[in-house]
């Protein structure tokens, strides 16, 4: 089945730089991949994400980069601001089946003052 | 929580009990998902349903049954609860349509089996 793994497991950055969140999978089927961010005591809410017919998508201050022959992806985030604080999941699933994801064991990001 | 709730929130329960959690949605979604989630494992799907009386097992599904007799209800049981079930549970719906598959998760039930 798919294995997803994900880096670094805690980051912390200043308020005003920039994080960046990487994933791999491992089958090459994969073709949909979601990014979550999960505050405490919350479920995971979707914040973005990517079908493997594009390389890279943006939204505000986050985008998310698809490089389908490394198997990888990643979640940028710019200007960070202290309400960024929170765990940040990474997924993948192939798009039509239901979509079964399969998680990455979570980013706990921290912006500083 | 695209209108997703989970009951009951919290529940402490003995080694050898069964146990049963809800999930209710009020959008008429076609799939839903049950996952646990815990420290260093992120998110593993437990059981799906992609309609009534259709269920199918996900990665972690020893030990947990599911059942769905109406559209806008997805229970989880844990016929004798152990405490390796100890977990935050999370049950998700997923819009799905020939545009766009996204999963939406409901608030959690925190589960502590002693």
């Known amino acids: 089945g798919e294995n997803v793994e994900q880096h670094p497991s805690t980051l912390s950055v200043q308020e005003g730089d920039s994080a960046v969140i990487k994933c791999t999978y491992s089958?090459?089927?994969?073709?949909?991949f979601p990014w979550y961010k999960q505050e405490l005591g919350k479920g995971p809410q979707l914040i973005i994400d990517?079908?493997?017919?594009?390389g890279e998508k943006k939204d505000q201050r986050i985008a998310v980069t698809l490089n389908k022959t490394a198997k990888h992806f990643s979640l940028h985030i710019t200007e960070t601001q202290p309400e960024d604080s929170a765990v940040y999941f990474c997924?993948?699933?192939?798009?039509?089946?239901?979509?079964?994801?399969?998680f990455g064991t979570g980013t706990r990001l921290q912006v500083t003052l | 929580d695209a209108g997703i709730t989970q009951s009951p929130r919290h529940k402490v329960t003995e080694t050898g009990t069964p146990v049963t959690l809800r999930c209710h949605q009020t959008?008429?979604?076609?799939?839903m998902y049950w996952y646990r989630q815990d420290p260093g494992h992120g998110l593993r799907l437990i059981h799906y349903?992609?309609?009534?009386?259709?269920?199918d097992k996900g990665e972690v599904s020893d030990g947990y049954s599911v059942s769905r007799s109406k559209t806008e209800d997805f229970l989880l049981t844990l016929e004798s609860a152990t405490s390796s079930q100890t977990s935050v549970y999370f049950c998700?719906?997923?819009?799905?349509?020939?545009?766009?598959?996204?999963?939406?998760f409901g608030p959690g039930t925190r589960l502590l089996v002693l």
């Open positions: 997924a993948a699933s192939i798009y039509g089946t239901a979509s079964k994801l399969t």
């Open positions: 959008e008429n979604h076609r799939y």
């Open positions: 990517i079908r493997s017919n594009v």
């Open positions: 998700a719906i997923s819009e799905s349509n020939r545009e766009q598959e996204t999963q939406y």
């Open positions: 349903s992609y309609g009534v009386k259709d269920t």
């Open positions: 089958d090459s089927a994969s073709n949909y």
